[in-house]
């Protein structure tokens, strides 16, 4: 049995520990966090997250070999493997502000790590950051003059929100770094052993700490990479006359190039293409690398273009003004089956509609209460509404921003019917029916197609 400890009880901590604890029943894990009020939902009914299917995970292993708690001091003490996976958002300050990972959480955990740890332990990295953290990370452990050894390993997370739980339990991969050295590869195949529970030993990768460390910033940066360059091609496509949703099916039919992640949409959104790309960027940078920086900032730029490309689409179908129009915003969580709404397009798209001095109204079935939010002082100018029919009512336009199923399920007819004419619908995620959408009366802008118009 090994006490298995992670710190930074989020969106990461929480659902892998939940799949590890149910996985390896012979071991204790705990979740540690600073958030008092984080760990006080993880042990209650409503967790502070939603994701399919980890209500049921975390109500099978709590309380019996899954724990949740925010006394991180007594637990480092106790563990035998910490998994670190606190936030490491971009820097907002000094040298490299703007892209540059802030590292003050990670250096904090490392530091209370060694001051609490009387017993040798391997310490994974698990949050997402930049090449050679591993290495500073034993520099702080290995300062403690006390002789005592820490081994650190890199085993980075790749489950998309939404879906986290079943890429747990069936990952394309697993991949652990570690020291070329015994006592690294001890460390890694400690690692190893507990992904092996579950996981076939040919899906789990072992690596050097910095192809492990590197390999997450790319796996995030060709992503995203597929997504501008879908979008950039929406742009092409709504001038052409060419419908970008044929133009994906027959790339993607090409075994080389494949299906997944060509669908073009009003931008990516999530907490981490953006700062992990910014976080390739300069580490490219401050190699000297400035081509290859600028080649890999442009994924970046072309979601911004996106986003703003979609806004301006907006205004100029809507008679070049929205001021004092109401406009019903279908979606605030950046992606479906999450509540998630950190760089959520459908916020980018909010901000832009509130300078032009739109009346906003934003419904989401989860994550109302996340935009409400990260919407800061602008909340107070947008109405929150969980019922999309009453969000609808009364708007000149509504727009898809989410790509959650229930959006392309509702009643068009009847919303049409409680709109300002001439209605529009704007579908930044190409997930209703245009056809019969301009058929029952409205005005159809989709991502990559011409529109549907009812005027000359
Ligand atoms: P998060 O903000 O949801 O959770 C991080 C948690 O760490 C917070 O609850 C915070 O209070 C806690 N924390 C910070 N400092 C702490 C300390 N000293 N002691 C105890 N707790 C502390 O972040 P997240 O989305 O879970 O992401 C965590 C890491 O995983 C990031 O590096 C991210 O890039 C990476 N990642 C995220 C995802 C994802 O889908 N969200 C997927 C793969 C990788
Ligand atoms: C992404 C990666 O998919 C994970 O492998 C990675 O672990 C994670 O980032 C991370 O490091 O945080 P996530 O951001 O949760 O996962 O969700 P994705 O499914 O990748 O979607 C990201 C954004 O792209 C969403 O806004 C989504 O709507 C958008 N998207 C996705 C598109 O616009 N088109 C697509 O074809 C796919």
Redesign the pocket.
């Known amino acids: 049995m090994a006490n298995i400890l992670c710190?930074?009880?989020?969106?990461?901590?929480g659902p892998t520990m939940a799949v590890i604890a149910q996985k390896c029943p012979q071991h204790r894990v705990v979740v540690?966090?600073?958030?008092e009020a984080?760990i006080a939902a993880w042990q209650s009914d409503h967790l502070p997250i939603y994701e399919p299917g980890l209500d049921d995970m975390v109500r099978a292993t709590r309380n019996k070999n899954l724990f949740f708690s925010t006394e991180?001091d007594r637990h480092i003490a106790e563990a035998d493997i910490i998994f670190v996976?606190?936030?490491?958002p971009t820097k907002t300050f000094g040298q490299g502000a703007g892209k540059a990972a802030d590292l003050q959480?990670w250096e904090?955990?490392a530091r209370?790590i060694l001051q609490n740890s009387t017993t040798p332990k391997i310490v994974v990295e698990?949050?997402?950051l930049p090449v050679r953290t591993a290495e500073a990370m034993e520099h702080i452990l290995n300062s403690n003059g006390e002789g005592l050894h820490f081994d650190v390993v890199s085993n980075p997370?790749?489950?998309?929100?939404g879906t986290a739980v079943r890429n747990m339990e069936n990952p394309d991969r697993v991949l652990i770094g570690a020291r070329e050295t015994p006592s690294g590869q001890k460390a890694l195949q400690a690692i190893v052993d507990i992904y092996s529970q579950w996981v076939p030993r040919e899906r789990i990768i072992t690596t050097n700490l910095w192809s492990s460390e590197l390999s997450k910033l790319v796996a995030n940066a060709f992503l995203a990479q597929r997504i501008s360059s879908i979008n950039a091609i929406s742009a092409l496509c709504e001038k052409t006359g060419a419908n970008v949703n044929e133009v994906a099916h027959a790339i993607g039919m090409d075994s080389r190039i494949g299906p997944h992640f060509l669908n073009a949409s009003v931008g990516f959104g999530g907490?981490?293409f953006r700062k992990?790309i910014l976080n390739l960027v300069y580490l490219c940078e401050y190699c000297g690398l400035s081509e290859i920086a600028g080649y890999w900032e442009q994924v970046v730029k072309m979601n911004e273009h996106q986003e703003a490309r979609f806004v301006s689409n907006m205004l100029s179908a809507m008679f070049n003004t929205v001021a004092g129009k109401r406009i019903a915003l279908l979606g605030v969580a950046f992606k479906a089956n999450t509540s998630d709404t950190r760089e959520s397009p459908a916020l980018a798209v909010c901000r832009a509609l509130l300078e032009e001095r739109a009346e906003i109204v934003i419904t989401d079935s989860h994550a109302l209460d996340n935009a409400r939010a990260d919407l800061g002082a602008d909340a107070r100018r947008v109405t929150f509404e969980p019922d999309p029919y009453a969000a609808a009512a009364g708007a000149y336009a509504i727009a898809i921003l989410t790509e959650w199923s229930y959006l392309a399920e509702l009643d068009y007819q009847a919303i049409y019917q409680s709109m300002v004419r001439p209605a529009f619908v704007f579908d930044g995620r190409n997930i209703l029916d245009h056809q019969s959408l301009f058929k029952m009366g409205f005005n159809v802008y989709a991502i990559g197609k011409p529109p549907l118009v009812h005027f000359q």
């Open positions: 710190i930074g009880a989020g969106y990461v901590g540690v966090d600073i958030n984080r991180v996976s606190v936030n490491t959480y904090k955990t209370q698990k949050s997402t997370e790749f489950l998309a929100e907490s981490c992990d």
